[in-house]
């Protein structure tokens, strides 16, 4: 069965600051990796997506990823936070393209000036 | 990316009547719809699958009496909250994907308040 393991429910930076969100991942079949930022009583917003092309995926918002297979994670950064970066960040995986995503439980990121 | 369109995007509703959520898939056929759940600070949960013209499938769980799921349509998905409760209460978030093997893309979802 697959899974997602997000570590720390919460994460605070400093403004300017390296942002690292922490996934790990369980699955029996080379998995589709994604991660989503969602804002207060918003939807899900996709960040990027890892599909078994480049190991290294670029998303929006300066945020990246990078899938470790040998780490079992996919990890999420941005070099430099912003205000607006504060939501709660979610990583998902799937067997399959267009298949029912396994999410985990989050992690909200605060950023102080 | 593909737009889907989810519908009302909160609702407040007394206890004991029934809710219907809309899911569209505005610029493609869905032959696919998943529906989630998320209670506050919690991450998004499974509730069913559906696809076009069959019967949805549950995940473990959930009550496919009181969770009507319909999906008449290839742009078209509804789910029902029969007889709601205040524990009902939650962000329910719909997804569509067209053919398989290729992206699902999220509604904006609904909060749902019963009270």
């Known amino acids: 069965a697959q899974s997602v393991t997000q570590l720390g429910s919460h994460v605070s930076v400093s403004e300017g600051a390296l942002v690292l969100l922490r996934c790990n991942y369980s699955?029996?079949?080379?998995?589709?990796l994604f991660w989503y930022v969602q804002y207060p009583n918003q939807g899900l917003q996709l960040l990027l997506k890892?599909?078994?092309?480049?190991?290294l995926v670029k998303g929006i918002n300066g945020f990246e990823a990078e899938f470790k297979k040998s780490e079992t994670s996919f990890h999420l950064t941005k070099p430099s936070a912003h205000m607006s970066d504060a939501a709660e960040y979610f990583c998902a995986v799937s067997e399959q393209a267009g298949t029912a995503l396994i999410f985990g439980k989050g992690t909200t990121l605060s950023v102080s000036s | 990316g593909a737009v889907v369109s989810q519908h009302p995007s909160w609702v407040i509703c007394k206890s004991g009547t029934s809710v219907k959520i809309e899911c569209r898939s505005l610029d493609f056929q869905a032959t696919t719809m998943f529906w989630y759940r998320q209670f506050p600070k919690q991450s998004l949960m499974l509730m069913a699958t559906?696809?076009?013209?069959?019967?949805?499938?549950?995940e473990q769980g959930v009550e496919k009496d009181k969770f009507l799921i319909n999906h008449a349509s290839l742009t078209l998905s509804t789910l029902t909250v029969t007889s709601a409760h205040p524990e009902d209460s939650s962000f329910y978030i719909c997804s569509a994907r067209g053919q398989i093997n290729t992206e699902a893309f999220f509604g904006q979802g609904t909060r749902l308040t019963v009270v």
């Open positions: 890892y599909t078994s092309a480049a190991t």
């Open positions: 699955s029996s079949v080379p998995p589709y």
């Open positions: 559906s696809n076009e013209g069959s019967k949805a499938t549950y």
